[in-house]
C-alpha cells in the first residue's frame, strides 16, 4: 500500500535458484524504517526479504546452534 493506502503491488513469490517459489501459508510479515518488506513464508519454511520497491533480496536462512536438537522444524510465523 501506498502512503493514501492504495494497493501498489500484489506479492506472490520469490525466486529460489532456476524456480519461483509461491508463497504457501504466510503467516507474519514486517516493514523496516527503511522500507524493507519481510514475509514469513510459513509454509515453505522461508523467511523473505525484498526491498522498498518490492524486488527480492534473499531468503534469511534457518537459525542455527549447537543447542538446537537435531531435526530442528523451522518454521518462521511471527515477526517482531
Known sequence: ?????????VLTGYPQGSET???????GLFISRDGRLYVA???NGNLVEFNAEFDFLRIIPAPSADL???GFAYEPTALA
Open 1 to 9: 500500500l501506498d502512503a493514501d493506502y492504495r494497493l501498489v503491488k
Open 21 to 27: 517459489v509461491t508463497f504457501k501459508e504466510p503467516q
Open 41 to 43: 513464508d510459513t509454509g
Open 68 to 70: 538446537l536438537p537435531e
